[in-house]
């Protein structure tokens, strides 16, 4: 797999953060088209049961975003929920959306 763009490696870092700061499974980080980043954790309450990229993606939307240059997610999962990736792409679908372990390594991009 080739080497990620600094940005999208800061996408990486960003989710790891999360993830490491709230104990969640999983940590997501999108940047906008003006280069914004939204951070976010999974989000597990009786009431509302968000997965971490749907989360950031949440957090994009609300502020104005009308599409995404890139998404990050940290998980020990084998491939990106379907839920949160289609998040994605519904703002953009050529977005990539990078998957790393929760060591930070790059496991696939889609």
């Not at 490696?9 to 953060?17: E, F, H, Q, V, Y």
């Not at 088209?33 to 609300?62: E, F």
């Amino acid at each position: 797999m080739s080497e990620l763009q600094p940005e999208d490696a800061k996408l990486i870092t960003l989710a790891r953060s999360a993830r490491g700061r709230t104990g969640a499974p999983e940590g997501a980080a999108v940047r906008d088209t003006d280069g914004r980043t939204y951070v976010a954790a999974t989000v597990s309450l009786p009431s509302l049961k968000l997965s971490a990229l749907q989360a950031a993606v949440a957090a994009a939307v609300s502020s104005g975003v009308e599409g995404l240059e890139a998404a990050a997610i940290v998980s020990a999962a084998d491939a990106v929920e379907q839920e949160g990736l289609a998040a994605v792409h519904d703002l953009t679908p050529s977005a990539p959306v990078h998957l790393a372990g929760p060591d930070g390594a790059l496991r696939t991009s889609a």
